[in-house]
């Protein structure tokens, strides 16, 4: 059964370092989003991406945030300059087209991030 | 807004008893209503969904979950619990308008042998 994989599964930083969070959606899949949890808390929505670039974003993902797709397989999250209150676990998601609305989202093992 | 609500952190009951993860839920309009088990270092694994239709819902792993407008509830229920259903569930929902779920803090279930 195809899934989203995550690279890598655990990333430590020391703040103010960038990162990239990197993500293989399912193949077929056209909507890409990013989320993060963290610890004891509930998965919170960053971005959506479609059709190379940004559908939707919440007010977490501010201008620290950028997205892209440098490929035909890649999603990437990267954080500029990162904070002690980013380190979280990041997942990545992806759903086909069509009428998405109706269509899960099928998540990968995420990345934990850990930022010291 | 759209918010959901699982109001316990934790759910103990023993194998082959049935089990309930409550789910309530607030969102203008008719919700999309998902579930999603996290196991341990894994990702989000959907179980099933409520588009539309039926109340009742089946979904993967012998789980079902029922959707009732009045009470604004998607419960979650399997008849018979396995050990290896311990995990922890999530509820989301989604405005018809939006494809950006929001999902509750999160349900440990845990299956005593």
């Known amino acids: 059964e195809p899934e989203v994989t995550q690279t890598p599964s655990h990333q430590v930083t020391q703040m103010g370092q960038e990162v990239i969070l990197r993500c293989v959606p399912i193949?077929?899949?056209?909507?890409f989003y990013w989320y993060r949890q963290i610890l004891g808390q509930k998965v919170e929505f960053l971005v959506s991406f479609y059709n190379n670039e940004i559908s939707e974003k919440s007010e977490i993902f501010d201008d620290q945030f950028s997205v892209e797709r440098p490929d035909g397989s890649n999603f990437t999250l990267k954080i500029r300059s990162t904070k002690l209150e980013d380190s979280a676990m990041y997942f990545c998601?992806?759903?086909?087209?069509?009428?998405?609305?109706?269509?899960?989202?099928?998540f990968g093992p995420g990345t934990r991030l850990t930022v010291l | 807004a759209q918010s959901v609500a699982q109001p316990e952190d934790q759910v103990n009951v023993a194998e082959g008893n049935p089990l309930t993860v409550k789910c309530t839920y607030s969102v203008s309009g008719n919700p999309y209503l998902f579930w999603y088990v996290q196991y341990p270092n894994r990702g989000l694994q959907f179980l099933l969904k409520y588009i539309t239709g039926d109340n009742l819902v089946k979904g993967s792993y012998g789980f079902e979950a029922e959707f009732n407008k009045s009470q604004t509830s998607f419960h979650l229920k399997k008849p018979s619990a396995l050990v290896s259903d311990s995990a922890l569930y999530f509820c989301?929902?989604?405005?018809?308008?939006?494809?950006?779920?929001?999902f509750g803090r999160g349900t440990s279930l845990i299956v005593h042998p």
């Open positions: 989301a929902v989604r405005n018809r308008g939006s494809y950006i779920p929001t």
């Open positions: 193949s077929n899949h056209l909507y």
């Open positions: 998601a992806s759903s086909e087209a069509g009428t998405s609305g109706r269509r899960e989202q099928f």
